[in-house]
């Protein structure tokens, strides 16, 4: 597939939240406009979508703390699924977070997304295996 990736620009937030829910990713409090113009701003963070000409076929976040690198929101759109447009998103976040500094990467993956898991199951070839000694804590905060 001729695929191009590229960082998301600020004029195509309200097309990246219309992708997450087409792909079904699971809503997120931070599923808003302000959230997202934010992590485009964000100098330690990528927002990448891969576009198939001019559609908008999938998008993944990159971030790096200063210690890991995480990647988030892997969505590609039911139309263009299973082209290894997911695959080249999670190297493109990597490079990116290779450039940022980042040597170790994590992906949080819901273990009831049998879509998800599919994928990252597969993902050994480009790098990823699972990591049974973790377990996630999580808060979330009024700002
Ligand atoms: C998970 C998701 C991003 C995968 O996108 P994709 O572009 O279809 O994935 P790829 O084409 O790059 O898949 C690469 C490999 O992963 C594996 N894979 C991908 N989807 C799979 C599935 N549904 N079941 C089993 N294996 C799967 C396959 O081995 C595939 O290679 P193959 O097609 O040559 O067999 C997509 O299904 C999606 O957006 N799902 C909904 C949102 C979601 O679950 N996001 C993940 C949050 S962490």
Redesign the pocket.
């Known amino acids: 597939v001729s695929v191009e990736i590229r960082p998301c620009d600020p004029s195509e937030i309200g097309a990246v939240l219309d992708l997450w829910r087409r792909?079904?990713?699971t809503p997120s409090a931070t599923d808003t406009d302000e959230a997202i113009a934010r992590l485009i701003e964000a100098p330690q963070a990528a927002l990448l979508a891969a576009y198939d000409g001019g559609t908008m076929a999938?998008t993944v976040i990159a971030g790096w703390d200063g210690w890991r690198g995480s990647v988030y929101r892997?969505?590609?759109a039911p139309s263009?699924?299973?082209?290894?447009?997911?695959?080249m998103l999670v190297e493109a976040a990597g490079r990116e977070l290779a450039t940022m500094g980042a040597r170790r990467i994590s992906?949080l993956?819901e273990h009831d997304?049998p879509?998800?898991v599919?994928?990252w199951d597969?993902a050994e070839r480009i790098g990823y295996h699972r990591d049974p000694r973790m377990v996630r804590y999580v808060a979330t905060r009024e700002q």
């Open positions: 792909a079904g990713a999938g892997l969505a590609v263009h699924r299973r082209r290894g447009i997911a695959a992906a993956v997304h879509l998800a599919g994928f597969a």
